[in-house]
Structures are given as structure tokens and as C-alpha cells.
């Protein structure tokens, strides 16, 4: 093994950036587990959005819009300001940590439906800047399924959808 390199992971987040911010809103792009058209199912789209507003309505996170795709999800949310039931149950209230409880959770949900992995290892995310347009970025989130030819119009698809009203 001397002299072996072992290819070393891409670093996706930005360094040295505040996660725990409740200032920025965040684009997060999360994948399943080798693309696979999981939601496709209504049930496990049903599912994700039940645990999104959830975690929304217990205050861990504002949720502007979604989008549930067959094989990814789009979020633009932020994260609640002093959430003291995510700091005592995950450590630090950040981003990767809300995440993190995110997904497992609702992969403890699809493997009632015989999927043993739901989600990629990684996220993406995008930490708007304060010079980028909410609503531009909401609307390339819901108009996902349109450019993918899934529907006509975002309104006709079951799994977009604006939650809270974007902070403009």
C-alpha cells in the first residue's frame, strides 16, 4: 500500500462559510441513491413532503419552495432562527446537520416501501447571495418538471410547490 494515493473527495461546501446562518437562503439539491426514480412513487413523494412540512411547521426551517423530481429533490429553504430542538437533538443547527436528520429520517420511511437506500451520500447546496433573485431561483426550481417535458406548466405538477412567502 506505500506510495498509494487514494483519491480524495471533492469538497462541495464553501470553507470557512457560516452554515448555521438563519441570514441566507440556501438552494439544496439532494440526490437518490444512483439516480434511481424513486419518486416516481406518490407514496414516498407523499412522504417527503409530510416530513419537509413538518420540520417546517415545528420552526427548524422556513421552506419557500420544493420541487420532487424521479430522482432528486429541490429545496430553497433557511434554517430558523436559535432552533434550540435541532441544536440539543443534532449538535450545532447547520445546514449539513439539518440536513443530515432529514434524510434520515425519510429513509427510515422508504425502506417500509423496500428501498434500502434513498439518498446520495453528498448534497449540493448554493448559498444565495444577497445580489441573486429569490424568485428566479424559486422559479428554476419549480419549472423544473416543465423543462424536463414532465408537464406544461409547474401549477399541474403534484410535487412543486411555494410554501412560505419569499423574503423580497
Same mark, same amino acid.
Given at each position: 500500500m506505500e506510495g498509494?494515493r ?6 462541495? !461546501? #464553501?470553507r470557512? *462559510?457560516? /452554515? @448555521? ?5 440556501f %438552494? ?7 439516480? &434511481?426514480?424513486? *419518486? ?11 416530513d419537509?412540512?413538518?420540520?417546517? @411547521?415545528r420552526?427548524?426551517?422556513? #421552506? %419557500? ?7 432528486h429533490? !429541490?429545496i430553497l429553504?433557511? #434554517? ?7 441544536k $440539543?437533538?443534532? $449538535?450545532? !443547527?447547520?445546514?449539513?446537520n ?8 425519510t429513509?427510515?420511511i422508504?425502506?417500509? /416501501? $423496500?428501498? &434500502? !437506500?434513498?439518498? &446520495?451520500?453528498?448534497? *449540493?447546496?448554493?448559498?444565495? +447571495? +444577497?445580489?441573486e ?5 424559486? @422559479?428554476y426550481?419549480?419549472?423544473n418538471?416543465?423543462r424536463? $417535458?414532465?408537464v @406544461?406548466?409547474w ?6 410547490k411555494?410554501v ?5
Amino acid at each position: 500500500m506505500e506510495g498509494r494515493r487514494f483519491k480524495q473527495r471533492k469538497h462541495i !461546501h #464553501l470553507r470557512n *462559510f457560516d /452554515y @448555521s446562518s438563519h441570514e441566507h437562503a440556501f %438552494f439544496v439539491t439532494i440526490c437518490t441513491a444512483d439516480k &434511481q426514480p424513486y *419518486f416516481r412513487s406518490p407514496d414516498i413523494c407523499r412522504a417527503v413532503t409530510q416530513d419537509l412540512e413538518l420540520r417546517r @411547521s415545528r420552526k427548524e426551517i422556513r #421552506l %419557500f419552495c420544493y420541487c420532487i423530481m424521479p430522482d432528486h429533490l !429541490h429545496i430553497l429553504i433557511s #434554517l430558523a432562527e436559535n432552533d434550540t430542538k435541532m441544536k $440539543g437533538a443534532f $449538535g450545532e !443547527h447547520t445546514l449539513q446537520n439539518w440536513v443530515s436528520s432529514f434524510k434520515r429520517y425519510t429513509a427510515k420511511i422508504a425502506k417500509t /416501501y $423496500g428501498i &434500502q !437506500h434513498l439518498w &446520495q451520500t453528498n448534497f *449540493f447546496d448554493h448559498v444565495v +447571495r +444577497r445580489s441573486e433573485s429569490l424568485v428566479e431561483i424559486c @422559479s428554476y426550481i419549480l419549472n423544473n418538471p416543465v423543462r424536463k $417535458g414532465l408537464v @406544461s406548466t409547474w401549477e399541474e405538477y403534484p410535487y412543486a410547490k411555494i410554501v412560505d412567502d419569499l423574503p423580497v
